[in-house]
């Protein structure tokens, strides 16, 4: 197989994705450790301040699957200009609150314009990255993210010795503005149009296709069920260590604002490793095997376990560094997940990629509302910072056996009889 150069259109379109990917992640942690400000400024219990980390999450939610609908319908491109404008704007937005109110309502916005995003990324790799490139193009891409959750504590808790919790929001804003000026000038919906395509590259590449018809709803949302339910399992996780993990190490075991964003920043940079590793070995997989069920259901479900048994240690034994090496490797294996399960909506249903993916990560939008707000309230009540993770090793549990019911090895067929269909245990 011919590898692409690093200048190539290829290489730049997946950078973009990349740095979106960096924002949209740093613009959604940024608040976890801005919230030792405005926590205090605005007198906030733990349970007020889950309410502000979720908030997003309720139209990032809603937005899933009528972002990955829109996606489909007409193009990233302009739907990442949309999604880009509007996320920055509630980004300043967030920095001009004066209360409980307007931060939700910031939050708010900012779930609506982050909505897409990554179901409309999806929908640009379904046209530019080869099949047997996918786990990596979702793993480097979501890496990013976790750069972004890794970079996130240090910097803002500069930012704001510097100037404030106010003004990170501004920078974050800002940086956001410009990623979607350059979007606009350097992508294009289909690779011939890229002014530096190659004939290398576009024989690689998937051939184009006439643009999907309408959408088989029904089934398609038969046919992503289980892929949904494990990736809620996923989400559950991902949420309560972004919403947080900072605090966690602030309160738990009583660090300054300086010590804790380097912890929390240690067990995000797991992740960056995570996703990149995830997306390289699904594909080897994949590659080696031919199998889909081996890259992707088998994957997943090794992965979550491992999840599971490295959080055990952390209800028996409070220690900070044993702490730090729990949380480490759980959301180490646990981003190891995210290569296959992104390639699977591309797996199963090429066609309505972007609108298969946006149903999928409604399951991770939906424990982004439930499991930061859950986490809130047990520390609350119970006063203990390990509690909320039990919750975690349960969902990966699970996982673990639902990840063998999304089957990517059967593509789903729009015209196909239900019957035809694979059975995959979930009616609609």
Known sequence: ???????????????MLCIMYFITYLDRVNVSTAAAGFGKEFQLSHTQIGLVFSAFA????????????????????RTLICCGAVWALATILTGLAGGLTSLLAARLLLGFGEGATFPAATAAMARWVAKEKRGFAQGITHAASRIGNAVAPGAIVLVMATWGWRESFYICGIFSLVWVIVWAITFTEHPKDHPRITADELEVLPQPKPKAANVPWKALFRRMAPVTIVYFCYGWTLWLFLSWIPQYFLHSYHLDLQKSA?????????GVLGDTLGGIVTDRI????????RARSWMVSICMLLTLAVLVPLMFAHNLYISMAC???GFFFAEMTIGPMWAIPMDIAPEYSGTASGMMNTGSALAAIISPVAGGFLIDRFGSWELPFVGSMLLMGIG??????????????ANATPDAQPATGFKV
């Not at 380097?262 to 797991?270: D, H, K, L, P, R």
Request: proline letters at 3%.
């Open 1 to 15: 197989m011919k590898r692409f150069r690093v200048t190539s259109a290829s290489s730049i379109v997946l950078l």
């Open 58 to 77: 309720y139209p990032y939610l809603v937005f899933q699957i009528i972002g990955g609908w829109v996606s489909d319908r007409f193009g990233a491109r």
């Open 262 to 270: 380097i912890f929390a920043s240690t067990v995000f940079f797991a």
């Open 286 to 293: 994949f590659t080696r095997t031919g199998s889909l069920k």
């Open 327 to 329: 949380l480490s490797a």
């Open 400 to 413: 673990v056996v639902l990840a063998f019911r999304m089957q990517p090895e059967s593509k789903f067929e």
